[in-house]
């Protein structure tokens, strides 16, 4: 059973920051990628930023020079440092993996449960 946990969303003043966690537990192989997404009220849910375990990110250009991914592969969490917030950054972010739990198993893809964070001006 595999899981994704997140955690650090809550309020901060515009110009602040703020660091996301989610932790995958389970039995993991290994861990392909792991991303963030965000969905704001009224509208689709957006990347914001993914990254592939071999260190390749790739980041949406409303967040790239302010949010920076990271991972801990011995602790299969990765984090979202989130500095220079905006009120348009105001939304519930997703945590995604794409996990492999037997070395000759297919890829699959999990979501977090979303930590919401609110920016205010």
């Known amino acids: 059973q595999v899981q994704l946990v997140e955690s650090g969303g809550g309020l901060v003043q515009a110009g602040g920051s703020l660091r996301l966690s989610c932790a995958a537990s389970g039995s993991i192989f290994s861990i392909n990628a792991m991303g963030w997404y965000r969905q704001a009220p009224g509208k689709q849910r957006e990347l914001v930023v993914v990254i592939i375990n071999g260190g390749s990110t790739n980041y949406a250009d409303s967040v790239k020079g302010r949010f920076t991914i990271s991972i801990d592969n011995a602790k299969n969490t990765t984090y979202l440092e989130m500095n220079s917030l905006k009120p348009e950054d105001t939304a519930v972010y997703y945590c995604?993996?794409?996990?492999?739990?037997?070395?000759?198993?297919?890829?699959?893809?999990?979501w977090g449960q979303g930590t919401q964070v609110t920016v205010s001006s």
């Open positions: 995604n993996a794409a996990l492999r739990l037997g070395r000759w198993g297919p890829q699959r893809n999990y």
